[in-house]
């Protein structure tokens, strides 16, 4: 081995679990308690609510030279005792103080995700640290405290110590891939594909390979795959406050109501403005071992709605080696200020991959890896029943 050829300990790409926990016995993630069951993703760590929270006046960034506590100092309007619990009402700005902090290396940086359950749920939550200049980015060397902004849109929610909103990532150095390498991967790997056969869809393969522009093009689904007609789920306002941390506890009668093609308009959706939808890509995705995936967020390019919150896509989603079905996107999207038809079809958000520094010792989706969201089609959060 040459003394420029790095190890699988030392390559490039998004940390694995079991790197992730050699971060931990190196103080690189720090915990003010031991970490819980399931905490540990195999690409990503779940980050969880300290007992500390604070209703705020605004959203803010602390920018170069400032902590995050000078700004609550001046921003914040009281504070809330997460201990026992306390409900963060929709249309309201807070900050969680989490209970991982940091303390990396020159050679690793973060980034930030909300989890999927908490996208679905329209809960808008962004990572914060000292003197950061945009969300959800860590830069590399960062030591210090970590925060989760949070801003309920549709749904008012009961949180307490210990809640897991977002999700973390670890990176050593800069790897995302370009466009033709992602090319490459799409033609050897079919990331996406527009049948639940990926085989059986070579011949559409340059479709994908044309939409690709820094990241992979993914689109809208508007055909029902039962005999109900469903479509997609749009959130009724006013319904009630959801516990979050109780799965299958609150029907979905109560909280949604469906669209169905019948709901089409010349074919296309209206999403009506400030509302919010839960609606799947046309495409199915995979997410081969030795990579990770991330959804873009909104672009204007694509039209003036926002078409997902939550964005990670773990190594093994997807795919058939560990016995997956073929696997969907679930977008959640809303419309800003106008009326906006959609068509089935239609390219609303982008997939960007990036390699692994290794292939994780568990894949997401696997046996026994308590996986919610694996083989899934139009799914709604894992609190719904």
Not at 14 to 29: F, K
Not at 53 to 67: D, I, N, V, Y
Not at 209 to 229: K, M, Q, R, Y
Not at 336 to 346: A, N, S, T
């Amino acid at each position: 081995m040459t003394k420029n050829t790095k190890t699988d300990a030392h390559k490039d790409g998004i940390l694995p679990v079991q790197q992730l926990y050699q971060a931990v016995a190196a103080g690189q993630l720090i915990a003010s308690a031991p970490l819980a069951e399931g905490q540990l993703q195999p690409a990503s760590l779940d980050l969880r609510l300290g007992p500390r929270a604070w209703r705020l006046q605004a959203s803010f960034l602390p920018g170069a030279g400032q902590t995050v506590q000078e700004k609550i100092d001046r921003l914040a309007m009281h504070e809330l005792d997460l201990s026992d619990g306390a409900v963060l009402e929709k249309g309201c700005v807070y900050l969680v103080e989490l209970m991982e902090r940091l303390a990396l290396p020159e050679n690793l940086s973060a980034i930030a995700n909300p989890k999927s359950s908490t996208g679905r749920l329209d809960v808008f939550t962004r990572l914060i640290s000292d003197r950061a200049q945009e969300f959800e980015s860590v830069e590399a060397g960062y030591e210090g405290p970590l925060y989760a902004e949070i801003s309920p849109r549709t749904f008012s929610i009961l949180a307490r110590q210990g809640s897991r909103l977002s999700q973390l990532r670890l990176r050593r150095g800069a790897s995302r891939l370009n466009d033709d390498q992602l090319a490459e991967l799409q033609q050897n790997h079919g990331l996406v594909s527009a049948t639940a056969n990926p085989d059986a869809d070579l011949n559409q393969n340059s479709d994908f390979l044309a939409s690709i522009n820094d990241g992979i093009g993914l689109s809208v689904n508007l055909h029902a795959d039962g005999p109900d007609g469903i479509i997609g789920w749009r959130a009724r306002k006013y319904a009630g406050l959801i516990d979050i941390d109780k799965a299958a506890s609150h029907p979905i009668s109560r909280f949604w109501e469906a669209v169905r093609t019948d709901d089409l308009t010349g074919g296309g959706l209206v999403l009506n403005p400030d509302e919010f939808y839960i609606l799947a890509s046309r495409e199915f995705v995979c997410v081969p071992s030795c990579y990770a995936a991330e959804m873009r967020a909104y672009d204007t390019r694509v039209g003036e709605f926002r078409a997902h919150y939550a964005g990670f896509f773990d190594s093994g989603f997807g795919i058939s080696e560990i016995g997956a079905a073929p696997t969907r996107a679930v977008l959640e999207v809303r419309s800003h200020d106008v009326p906006f038809l959609i068509d089935h079809g239609q390219i609303v958000c982008r997939l960007v991959y990036e390699p692994m520094a290794d292939v994780p010792e568990a894949l997401y989706g696997a046996q026994g890896s308590g996986s919610n969201y694996q083989s899934q089609g139009l799914k709604l959060a894992k609190h719904f029943c």
